[in-house]
C-alpha cells in the first residue's frame, strides 16, 4: 500500500465438466484506503458469516 492508495490483482481459473477452460487475472485499483481497525471490522465479518451461513442452508 502507498499512501491511501493500494492495487489488488485477482486471478482465477475457469473449468467445464471439472476440464480447465481458461484463466485470467484482474487488477483492482483501491483508493482511500485508512489503516486496519479490527474492532470496526467485526460488524461485516459477522454479517458476511450469516450471509454465507443462509446461502449454505438454502443449497
Avoid: D, H, N
Wanted: overall charge positive.
Amino acid at each position: 500500500m502507498k499512501g491511501k492508495r493500494g492495487e489488488a490483482r485477482l486471478g482465477f481459473r475457469l473449468t467445464a465438466a471439472g476440464e480447465p477452460v481458461g484463466q485470467g487475472a484482474k487488477t483492482l485499483i483501491l483508493s482511500g484506503l485508512r489503516a486496519y481497525e479490527p474492532e470496526a471490522l467485526q460488524g461485516l465479518v459477522e454479517r458476511y458469516a450469516g450471509w454465507k451461513a443462509a446461502g449454505l442452508a438454502g443449497a
